[in-house]
């Protein structure tokens, strides 16, 4: 899996610097948009750097993207079946966190992702991140904290979440067992 893993982020460092570049933007106004330096864009961009879900986050907010859209403009084609073989897995070399994206890339405004998040792991996220979108939170294993600015929704196997208007959130596993969950996003017209 690390080959795939590994292939996955060098096209994702490809993709921010393309979607910079459609912005016009040069690294420095990306760095000041997403409230990254721009050293760690450079590396990034260079592939001399794994971004982590939280930097991923604050880039596809900075570029009006999800996170989602992003990957998917990395890896997938277009068609109305994504076999699971075909699922791009990216992991969060910080965490461990592993997202694999679902649901075929389409003209249709819905996103699918499972997230594996290990253990004892957290992966905080920027209001940015929820941008132009409305999620839902679907845990199917474990248990899964959910804090959305000050409101902390406690989470296990079955229980859905919508969640709220943009706003700094944290996806914590508190427990000694990996939780996976599933993110329906429909991403909303800008």
């Not at 084609?77 to 994206?101: A, E, F, K, N």
Request: net charge neutral; glycine share 6%; charged share 20%.
């Amino acid at each position: 899996m690390n080959n795939i893993i590994d292939g996955l982020n060098q096209r994702i460092c490809q993709r921010i610097r393309i979607e910079r570049e459609s912005h016009g933007w040069s690294v420095s106004e990306l760095a000041e948009k997403a409230g990254v330096s721009r050293a760690m864009i450079h590396k990034i961009e260079r592939g001399e750097s794994s971004p982590t879900a939280t930097l991923l986050a604050r880039l596809s907010g900075a570029l009006g993207i999800s996170m989602s859209t992003l990957i998917a403009r990395a890896e997938m084609t277009s068609g109305r079946l994504l076999r699971y073989g075909q699922q791009p897995v990216w992991q969060d070399p910080q965490t461990g966190y592993i997202r694999r994206h679902l649901s075929p890339r389409s003209d249709m405004p819905v996103d699918l992702v499972q997230v594996e998040l290990p253990a004892h792991q957290h992966v905080p996220m920027p209001a940015a991140a929820y941008a132009l979108a409305r999620q839902l939170i679907w845990v199917q294993q474990g248990a899964l904290v959910f804090v959305e600015g000050n409101v902390r929704h406690e989470m296990e196997q079955g229980d859905c979440l919508e969640l709220g208007p943009p706003n700094d959130c944290e996806f914590r596993n508190e427990s000694d067992k990996s939780c996976i969950y599933i993110v329906v996003r429909l991403n909303l017209p800008s």
